[in-house]
């Protein structure tokens, strides 16, 4: 069984140990760093994204969002110099085709796909190179996580290249702690003419359809591969969701009683544990507003029509 065995998530599940929701024990593990460790988990997450519900709320109106509103931003974010996009948690690069189309028409663009999986700034670097909407950096710092990000924008500046446009879309900022993802930007932002586009999925949307909009096939496929790293089979597991303290939990419950080994380490689940793997937070309008007044000195919203969605244009 050892073979079977992650030992980066094994070593996040003896670090965090579990807490106690009355007489269950609850295993927190929900870091989206553990999300792509593998090409396969990457694959099933792209394969996530073209699922019907998931591409109609998080992908296809976002894009609308973008096309109706990047030449009003582009606007904004062009000033004379060449600009550097850096495009954080990339995925496989089609959130930022709209950007960069409709920038390529003002400026000199360089495209830097940053995210912790391999495999996605593979993807993002082949489908931007198509478009050919400007140069593509290829360096060490592709493969990173916000830890990087002033090393990165620190890098990519130079006489020619004075502006960063950072892009932060596809509601990625869901899934942190929203405070710590903010100081790391920020600090990354270390130019006058630096900007960052952000898209955030808002709170408006009902809690019963957040939850019905979550548990699906290709939600589980994802997040399932996180637990069968661990030796878990999918038949003893059970994908669960439950929206609480303005956050979606995904978690998975445990069906029967399973002992994990790794060298001279033990963990035992017991059946009706409950393994955290996903938080995705909501935040009002009024909520963001309040957090970005703390970080930049300019931003501004634009709204879906349904106001379930907004692109926020940030500078400091």
Not at 135 to 149: A, C, G, M, P, Q
Request: hydrophobic content about 40%; charged content about 30%; glycine content about 4%.
């Amino acid at each position: 069984m050892t073979e079977k065995i992650n030992d980066l998530i094994f070593k996040e599940l003896l670090k965090r140990g579990y807490s106690l929701r009355g007489n269950t024990r609850i295993w927190n593990i929900a870091d989206s760093k553990l999300w792509y460790l593998t090409p396969m988990q990457a694959k099933a997450y792209l394969e996530l994204e073209k699922s019907k519900d998931y591409n109609k709320e998080m992908f296809e109106k976002e894009i609308n969002m973008l096309r109706k509103f990047m030449p009003e931003i582009s606007s904004s974010v062009v000033h004379g110099s060449a600009v550097n996009v850096i495009d954080i948690g990339c995925g496989d690069g089609k959130k930022a085709v709209v950007p960069l189309e409709v920038l390529h028409d003002k400026t000199k663009l360089r495209y830097c796909p940053i995210d912790i999986s391999s495999y996605m700034v593979t993807q993002a670097i082949q489908k931007i190179k198509k478009i050919n909407k400007g140069e593509v950096v290829e360096f060490k710092w592709n493969i990173s996580d916000f830890d990087n990000l002033e090393n990165v924008a620190s890098l990519l500046k130079d006489p020619e290249y004075r502006q960063n446009f950072l892009l932060f879309l596809g509601s990625t900022i869901s899934n942190f702690e929203i405070h710590e993802v903010m100081y790391e930007i920020v600090e990354a932002m270390n130019g006058a003419e630096d900007y960052l586009l952000m898209g955030v999925a808002l709170s408006n949307t009902p809690p019963s359809d957040l939850v019905k909009s979550y548990k699906t096939e290709f939600v589980d496929n994802f997040l399932s591969l996180i637990l069968l790293q661990l030796g878990f089979e999918k038949k003893d597991i059970e994908l669960d969701v439950r929206y609480e303290n303005s956050r979606v939990e995904l978690y998975y419950l445990i069906k029967k009683d399973k002992l994990i080994e790794l060298e001279d380490k033990k963990i035992y689940f017991n059946k009706g544990d409950q393994i955290l793997v996903s938080i995705s937070y909501r935040y009002s309008e009024e909520e963001l507003r309040k957090v970005l007044e703390i970080y930049f000195g300019e931003f501004k919203f634009y709204l879906s029509d349904d106001n379930t969605w907004a692109l926020v244009l940030c500078k400091k």
